[in-house]
């Protein structure tokens, strides 16, 4: 808001955590007060201070109770309409400026403030008669002209309708001597158009530390064109505009192929395969159990238990590296289940992330680099509680994975290409039905081209191999197979004749084509 003989400047601040109420969103601040819309209807009552500091409480703490020495004054000196905490003692004093909403309907709320003061003064919001941790702000410096002012503002949601809700800020502190501006106080009702707008910019915010280097171009070219789809959306712009904007960004960010390669993985495939690599502190008895079973590695303990996991991965090359896994389980203090990659003296450590039965969001640590060939440690830590028949835990897609450039990449996906054309080279075109030998055929030859290409992009090779592994997926056996016996005598009798079929089909024998069907 600008006011007569007042250029207000906005000094920026971060909010964070919230307390009573579920918090949606934090703004950093821009230049000049803002204006509550029209539109808009302020629950709060005289926070613009128009002639008077009027519909305010001032206390020193929550519960009422009062001190002498703390003052509330108003300034409108050449217009400058805004409160003002004085302390006239020495003596440091808490002080906070609220007020009594006597009916706010559930819904989802920004509350905005702004403050000037002297000495070592701040704000902090109180929403629901309670300070929200995160939300202090240091109060800009005093200036004679009135233009430095520190900006607050918190996103909340109420669930439920409240009466006599208790909105406003603790001033900390309010400092002997000293004193404190206020003006602008606002509480708004937050639209869903306005919270998709606010998604949608922390999404855009979130690109920003994304690398080109680190992902295919094709995959890349794919989020530059859903962020400037995103880009040119504005806060005026349609719901559904905005909601599109956003579920496209998020698909390009989610699509995004790294550039790294495989250098240790186990899926768990095929049941009761061993784990001879790697070391737990679980094993198999009547109140636990360590197995691979259903394609997981399953984890159980009915007793209390902290377990470990570990495996050492060996001879590898110089070079950034990170761990991905899914981990499905309950019955665990979540907070203390922790995966580490170690390498000599460096270590990184992330919180695992535990699904619930049915989900399957990975855990992936952070980037370990190896600063010349050597191995790296995987170590896993679970907790696990003896309720409700025990802690478990399901694990699948451990993958070790290395950061490499694009040449490195293409010299990779090229080699498993060729890998894979080997292995159908070897299958014969009399196990396999007509119609799909054909497409086998056509994916095989296609891939054998990509192969040979002189510098085939890195699209070009992954489509031929997923191609060629979903052709060879396809394949269809032609039914009952007989290999050619050699050496059998000219009398040796072949075939069988007409009545010996009818005889063979009335015994209740059937004869299928090959494509399964019956004759």
Known sequence: MQKKGWKKRVVSAVLTAAMVVSQIGVWNAGWGLEVVKASETNYITNGDFTTDAGGWTLTTDLNGKTNASLTCGYDGAEGANAAYISNKTGADSDA????KISSLPAGTYKFTAYSMGTGYSGMQAVVGNEKVDG??????GYSTDKSNWAKLEYTFTVSEAETDFVVGLYLWTCTGGNWTYLD???????????????ELQSTISSCESLVESDYTAESWSALQNALNTANAIQNTSELSAIQAAQASLTEAINGLETLVIEVYKRDFNGDNETLSEWNSSLTTSTTSKSEVADSQWKLWSAETATVSLSTTV??????????????VGGEMTTENCKVFLKAGSQQNEKNIVINAWGGDNPTATELLRLETDGSITIEMVYEMLNTNGGGWCNLDDIVLYKKVTLEEKKAYERAELNTLITACGTLNSANYSASTWAAFSSALEAAREVANAEDPTLGEISTATTNLKSAKAALKESGIYVKKVEGLSEDFIRGVDISSYVSIVDSGAAFKDENGKLD
Do not use: C, M, P, R
């Open 314 to 327: 060996e001879n590898l090359s110089a070079g950034e590296y990170y761990l991905s896994f899914v981990a």
């Open 135 to 140: 939300t202090w702000v240091y109060a800009a």
């Open 184 to 198: 602008d106080i606002s509480l708004v009702a937050v639209s869903e158009q306005e919270l998709a707008y606010n």
């Open 96 to 99: 906070y400026f609220t007020q």
